[in-house]
């Protein structure tokens, strides 16, 4: 099966590592969960795979050829999209020219299948095509977001904070398309603060909280056993120590709470 390998990646920001030796794969056709509090070094991990920050140590290989350290654009052609944290689009362009500008490197062709499948997706863009970006609600330029990731039809896609700042109802309608996705065969990383929410899609999942992984498993492990989660975040400042022992805290994430770290916690990752 095809996957994207991540392996002993460290990752440092402002000469200090944010993620610390993370290894997990990313298998086509499945949603992989990665959970944990902010500050734990998830966005880090995105946007290290996806070329905007080059990892001190480690590899990244899809579907057999390293990756890590290549320039975005590098990465995005070899197949692998990011969408990251925030909403980041061009207020002051229409859908359409968002969507245009996110497939400036395919081909003619390429790019018309990629709308045409953006749309497929996302229905209610199409009518919204001319509309400016900067107009449109949160769920709607979330939608943007994620067709110009999609435009390009990657292998794999690293999705980071899913439903961040938008209504329940509108999640629910963004569920279903990511599900879609993976059963079209791409390969999705989901960074979600809603545990239940990320649980109910994938077939793997992680928990990050300190820079490392502090679980690995099947997403059903946390469905059936949910004080797994929180005894991963009771680890904070183990050095090295995956998730071991007997939790018996009760579940923190669920579908009305989303995932928080401790006081203080700061937004590095």
Do not use: C, W
């Not at 609600?137 to 794999?156: D, F, H, K, N």
């Amino acid at each position: 099966m095809s996957s994207l390998v991540l392996r002993d990646l460290t990752v440092e920001r402002g000469g200090r590592a944010v993620v610390r030796d993370v290894s997990l794969e990313i298998a086509t056709g499945q949603v992989t969960a990665l959970l944990g509090p902010n500050g734990a070094g998830k966005s880090t991990l995105v946007l290290a795979v996806g070329g905007v920050l080059r990892p001190r140590t480690g590899t990244v290989l899809l579907d057999g050829t390293d990756i890590a350290g290549r320039r975005p654009e590098r990465i995005r052609q070899a197949g692998l999209a990011i969408v990251p944290e925030g909403r980041r689009l061009l207020p002051d362009l229409t859908v359409e020219d968002n969507l245009r500008v996110a497939s400036y490197a395919l081909t003619r062709e390429q790019a018309q299948a990629g709308r045409e499948r953006v749309l497929e997706l996302f229905p209610q863009l199409g009518q919204r095509l001319t509309a400016a970006a900067r107009t449109l609600s949160g769920g709607e330029q979330q939608m943007v977001v994620l067709a110009q990731a999609l435009i390009s039809q990657p292998r794999y896609l690293l999705i980071d904070e899913l439903s961040l700042g938008l209504a329940p109802v509108v999640v629910g309608r963004l569920i279903p398309v990511i599900r879609t996705v993976a059963e079209s065969g791409t390969g999705v990383l989901l960074i979600e603060q809603f545990a239940t929410v990320a649980l109910g899609l994938a077939h793997q999942a992680h928990i990050m909280e300190g820079g490392r992984l502090r679980f690995s498993g099947l997403a059903s492990e946390l469905r059936e056993q949910p004080e797994l989660l929180s005894s991963a975040y009771l680890l904070r400042g183990s050095p090295t120590e995956p998730l071991r022992g007997s939790p018996t805290e009760p579940l923190r994430g669920s579908a009305t709470e989303p995932l928080r770290g401790g006081p203080g916690t700061e937004r590095a990752g």
